[in-house]
């Protein structure tokens, strides 16, 4: 898909965001992704890829997000089914998206309280699908890479919680362990993202052919 600045304009493209664009010159929406991502710009390549996507796209990459915790949530509160039974809902939506278990997904949501990061990811897909909305999907992603992060830091590196709060939502990468988790989970899912993009690409232009 291709770019332009009314495309970013219509969006509400903030103004840093704009003198990006201007300043690249790229005008397709893969390589603009891309291109953020090796800049280590992920909030705004997550932005930019699900507003690329279609519907079931932009939750599936949600989805996939959620894959990536539920692991965490089972570990840290495994008295706690809710998050791994709103996520069978959220397949199951995947495999058959019709009313019916988009309704479904509303309900388990009714008693569903995201106390925890991880938790949140599933919600924000949960949230993706009720609302179709795709910055739900980018909250997904987002928040799916500091759970992972917050997790395995503390697990793997036994360095402590210090620094959490500070790294959780900016692209900003010292160099310390956590933000080297973090970008690893953060491009696992970008990566997924455009793979769904360039499939869906490769789809419409075998229809065309």
């Known amino acids: 898909m291709e770019i332009t600045k009314q495309w970013g304009q219509d969006r509400a493209v903030c103004s840093l965001g704009m003198d990006w664009f201007e300043k690249n010159k790229e005008t397709d929406g893969i ?7 090796l800049e280590n710009k992920f909030r705004w390549a997550n932005w ?11 939750v599936s ?11 965490i949530c089972e570990r840290e ?10 996520l069978d809902v959220i397949k199951l939506f995947i495999n058959n998206p019709v009313e019916d278990n988009k309704t479904l997904i509303a ?12 938790a949140q990811v599933i919600d924000f897909t949960a949230k993706s699908i009720i609302h179709a909305d795709s910055s739900f999907s980018t909250s997904a992603a987002l ?17 402590g919680n210090k620094g959490f709060e500070v790294t959780s ?18 491009l696992r899912i970008l990566n997924y993202g455009l793979k769904l993009l360039k499939e869906h690409k490769e789809g419409m232009l075998q229809k065309a052919d």
């Open 61 to 71: 990459y949600a989805v996939y997000a959620s894959e990536q915790v539920i692991d």
């Open 143 to 159: 928040f799916a890479a500091v759970a992972y992060a917050n997790f395995n830091y503390v697990n793997c590196c036994s360095l």
């Open 31 to 37: 390589k603009i992704v891309e291109k953020l991502m």
């Open 107 to 118: 309900n388990k949501r009714v008693d569903f309280v995201a106390e925890f990061t991880s």
């Open 77 to 86: 509160y495994p008295n706690d089914k809710r998050p791994k039974e709103l």
């Open 48 to 58: 930019v890829l699900v507003r690329l996507m279609k519907y079931i796209e932009y």
């Open 169 to 186: 939502h900016n692209d900003v990468f010292i160099d310390s362990p956590y933000n080297t988790i973090k970008k690893e989970m953060n």
